[in-house]
């Protein structure tokens, strides 16, 4: 079966633009989240999402990040006016039946802002 | 502020060693603890995970030790090979909605 899926793959953008990064979780899956990976960093929470709501946003590093997750399935991450320090590899993972489950992760989105 | 705190940041083994990581917190709340392995380019994958009812978790050549009253759990593999060479996050969770993850032990098994 097909496991988390994020697109793209790779991302260079320009200082000041927006992205847009998306996550297709494991059909079925009820929780989505979001994590940043720095290099050589931990993974950094992001956001979480329990069907199409966000119960916790407390990882969003500022009101330039957003997320969205419609039809309790895709989700999109978007940055807004990108900076150089948001450069890093943004993961999705998705689990059956919340937070106790495992967490099946995605290859993850490679963001470079130049 | 580091809720979970991962040791040492890199390992280097042996063929047939003995590797173990180390990950302590503070939240008495925890209630699972997972670890993850990551190979370069990929997402981590789920590794094998405890709760803290138990203070012993074996599968296969992979063990997690718990200790609930230091708050602190550990990794050990055994017989390492040069295919467990990878980086390693530890984590907890609460009921709730967030994991919070160590910042990862880089694993090398030479041959």
């Known amino acids: 079966g097909a496991g988390v899926s994020q697109s793209p793959s790779n991302k260079v953008t320009e200082k000041g633009k927006d992205v847009e990064l998306r996550c297709d979780p494991i059909?079925?899956?009820?929780?989505l989240y979001w994590y940043r990976q720095s290099l050589g960093q931990g993974l950094e929470f992001l956001i979480y999402?329990?069907?199409?709501?966000?119960?916790?946003k407390s990882g969003l590093p500022s009101d330039r990040f957003s997320a969205e997750r419609t039809g309790g399935s895709v989700s999109t991450l978007t940055i807004q006016r990108t900076q150089q320090e948001d450069s890093a590899v943004y993961l999705c993972?998705?689990?059956?039946?919340?937070?106790?489950?495992?967490?099946?992760f995605g290859p993850g989105t490679r963001l470079l802002v130049l | 502020q580091q809720q979970v705190k991962q040791s040492p940041q890199s390992l280097i083994v042996q063929k047939g060693g003995i590797s173990i990581i180390n990950c302590a917190y503070e939240?008495?709340?925890?209630?699972?603890f997972p670890w993850y392995q990551q190979f370069p380019g990929k997402g981590p994958a789920l590794l094998i995970a405890?709760?803290?009812?138990?203070s012993e978790k074996k599968e296969g050549r992979f063990t997690i030790s718990f200790n609930k009253s230091a708050k602190q759990f550990s990794l050990h593999i055994m017989d390492s090979q040069p295919g467990d060479s990878a980086t390693y996050f530890c984590?907890?969770?609460?009921?709730?909605?967030?994991?919070?993850f160590g910042t990862g032990t880089s694993l090398t098994v030479i041959p």
């Open positions: 059909s079925g899956h009820t929780a």
């Open positions: 405890i709760r803290p009812d138990v």
């Open positions: 939240n008495t709340a925890f209630d699972y």
């Open positions: 993972a998705s689990s059956p039946f919340g937070t106790k489950e495992t967490q099946y």
């Open positions: 984590a907890a969770s609460i009921t709730g909605n967030q994991f919070y």
């Open positions: 999402f329990q069907g199409n709501s966000a119960p916790d």
